[in-house]
């Protein structure tokens, strides 16, 4: 999100803003956040998850899986944002007849930056905890092979679980899908650790003495 804020905003002039802008805000508590752009990584992420959901959701009439362009509320506390995926089980529940604000998700995924990371990990998954639909979330890193998986639990705490090889596959129970995370990450490149460059650099160094 953009560190400057519009200020002073109430959810009415917000949503009227942003049914006719070009580009996404977030919005809590008066203040307006502009949303920045994603990179390929991300997108493409954001791609395999859509296509890997859908899918297997296909049979299923009762579930629908959204991108981003869907605003989410979280009624009890106000914020407005876009999650990078969305899953809805039963009948979505809208703000109004125009129907681009969701009310109960059953499922959220984002897609992990290096500028939103702890924002997505704190404050805004204390936002989606307050979401009643809420059964699984789940954040994906987009520059290594890790999958954080939240499943909330009877007695209203969450379930903490973590996939960081490719071969491990995260299961959605509320749903009824598997996410796999080498299917996650098909195509996408990922950025060389440091460690790695370090000793790719030691062995050109050596094979050229």
């Given at each position: 999100m953009s560190n400057q804020p519009k200020i002073d905003w109430t959810p009415t002039e917000y949503l009227a803003h942003e049914r006719a802008a070009d580009s996404?805000?977030?919005?809590?508590?008066?203040?307006?956040?502009?949303?920045?752009?994603?990179?390929?990584?991300?997108?493409?992420?954001?791609?395999?998850?859509?296509?890997?959901?859908?899918?297997?959701?296909?049979?299923?009439?009762?579930?629908?899986?959204?991108?981003?362009?869907?605003?989410?509320k979280t009624s009890a506390t106000g914020l407005y944002t876009y999650p990078d995926v969305v899953v809805v089980c039963g009948k979505p529940q809208f703000e109004d007849d125009i129907q681009d604000t969701l009310l109960n998700p059953t499922v959220i995924v984002e897609v992990l930056s290096k500028s939103t990371e702890s924002y997505d990990r704190g404050a805004k998954f204390e936002h989606y905890r307050t979401l009643d639909s809420l059964a699984e979330y789940i954040l994906v890193a987009q520059n290594s092979y890790h999958v954080d998986h939240y499943v909330r639990q009877p007695d209203a705490q969450w379930l903490f679980s973590e996939a960081k090889e490719l071969e491990h596959v995260v299961e959605l129970s509320s749903i009824s899908c598997t996410l796999a995370v080498a299917e996650l990450y098909d195509k996408v490149e990922l950025p060389l650790r440091p460690r790695v460059l370090k000793e790719m650099n030691q062995a050109e160094h050596y094979s050229t003495q």
């Open positions: 996404k805000h977030e919005y809590w508590a008066g203040a307006v956040y502009a949303m920045a752009g994603a990179s390929a990584r991300h997108n493409l992420i954001v791609t395999n998850l859509i296509a890997e959901l859908r899918t297997q959701l296909k049979s299923r009439r009762d579930c629908t899986v959204y991108p981003s362009d869907l605003r989410v």
